[in-house]
């Protein structure tokens, strides 16, 4: 990964306009088979014909675009359900991706995608579009996660639920981490048996000094 990459958060919100290429498609495959299977077995064509025929070029490109649609979708499933490593710091990152895709296809200039664009957002929202309703624990892992921080949870908050929405949610996603930071400070003293070596409010120090 780059400097530049890691560093600006408009990189890693990743919001992949295409998935395969149609070139690497994996329609490609099958649609090689459906023509050299024609070409070998002159039956082919005669058997598929007597119910919805062969599949010409306008149905694999629809199949190409199915692909295209739902390859997103698989991927996340696959990144969300490891079992290997951690994956409640990726949450948030993988909602505002799905949220900045839905919106692409929103604007798309094929009707068809808009339309499917428009229904999903509609569900999207009714699950993800109250920040107000979710766990602030899929923000605080994103704060905490070096490679986002405070900087990247906000540029996301602002691209999913406005600027207004996000300055609100940005103010008590901080004091949450802050009083969380403070709780962790006391419970560290009472096991350490540390005295007041640390003192004035951590949650002011960290306000004065950013996260």
């Known amino acids: 990964m780059s400097p530049t990459h890691s560093l600006n958060p408009a990189a890693r919100l990743e919001c992949v306009s295409h998935y395969p290429s149609s070139s690497n498609s994996p329609s490609k495959k099958f649609e090689n088979a459906f023509d050299r299977y024609a070409t070998v077995d002159p039956c082919f064509k005669l058997d598929l014909q007597s119910g919805d025929g062969l599949l010409d ?12 649609l739902l390859g997103h979708f698989y991927d996340l499933t696959l990144r969300i359900s490891g079992s290997r490593y951690v994956t409640s710091n990726i949450f948030f990152n993988e909602i505002s991706s799905v949220d900045c895709l839905l919106q692409e296809w929103q604007g798309s200039n094929d ?11 509609v ?8 920040p107000d309703k979710m766990t602030k624990i899929i923000y605080i892992a994103v704060v905490v996660d070096p490679r986002y921080k405070l900087e990247f949870m906000e540029f996301a908050l602002s691209i999913v639920y406005g600027k207004e929405k996000d300055m609100e949610l940005a103010k008590k996603i901080k004091l949450a981490v802050y009083e969380l930071f403070d709780e962790y400070k006391k419970i560290y003293q009472v096991e350490h048996g540390c005295g007041s070596s640390v003192t004035g409010n951590t949650s002011e120090n960290n306000e004065s000094e950013g996260v």
Request: glycine share 6%; with cysteine.
């Open 111 to 121: 009707v068809e995608l808009a339309c499917m664009g428009d229904r999903m957002k």
């Open 123 to 130: 569900k999207f929202d009714k699950y993800w579009g109250d």
């Open 57 to 68: 070029c306008l149905d694999w490109e629809n199949v190409r675009r199915v692909i295209d």
